[in-house]
């Protein structure tokens, strides 16, 4: 039987952003992204979320060991979203060592941005050194070449194809992480000073 009590998540800050677990209040704007044709052109799943799908995929992610689900804080602006889940039969997401990311930047200006980038780095660092996972798996639209670019910046190599190579499998090992992603981490770690007119 399965408790109504919300998974343990803790709140993460670094390369200037904010990742906060996802509540009541942010369902309305997870969806409005969800539902967003830039969004859901990328998704696997390409279709428009009701109201009610929505409060029930809330309502399950929120009692369920196996995933976390954060917003994703900029400049005090809530501009995406985030995510992790175990890859491991019956192994909670603080215990698993085999991964699987999801993100999305809803707010468009920041689409395709070196900033989204940094919820990512924010959450792996996370996974990495506070869970000890050991490696992320993604699956990625072979036709989204912007998704494959992003993700073979962060280190990952593909490993396969799947559905008659319509989709990719992709992994990533903390060393290739680590490797990778160096000058993106000190760039997103300066402090940035706003231009005033």
């Known amino acids: 039987m399965i408790s ?13 952003v904010s990742l906060e677990p996802v509540s009541d209040e942010h369902q309305t704007l997870l969806r409005e992204w969800r539902n967003s044709p830039a ?24 009692i369920d060991p196996k995933q976390l689900h954060w917003v994703v804080g900029y400049r005090d602006k809530l501009i995406g979203s985030t995510n992790v ?17 999801g993100l999305y930047i809803g707010e468009p200006r ?5 900033v989204a980038f940094a ?41 396969g194809t799947a559905q008659q190579g319509v989709l990719c499998t992709l992994e990533l090992t903390y060393d290739d992480y680590v490797q990778s992603t160096q000058q993106i981490k000190q760039f997103l770690s300066r402090q940035r000073t706003t231009k005033r007119g």
């Open 4 to 16: 109504d009590t919300p998974v343990n998540q803790y709140s993460i800050n670094a390369y200037q």
């Open 39 to 62: 969004v859901r052109e990328h998704m696997l799943s390409q279709s428009f979320i009701s109201e009610e799908q929505q409060l029930a995929w809330y309502k399950q992610t929120r």
């Open 85 to 101: 889940k175990s890859l491991e039969t019956g192994v909670p997401v603080t215990k698993a060592r085999l991964l699987e990311p």
């Open 110 to 114: 920041y689409q395709g941005n070196i």
């Open 119 to 159: 919820p990512t780095l924010a959450m792996y660092d996370y996974c990495f050194e506070q869970l000890n996972a050991e490696c992320f798996r993604a699956l990625v639209k072979a036709t989204n070449t912007a998704a494959l670019h992003y993700n073979q910046k962060l280190g990952y190599r593909q490993v």
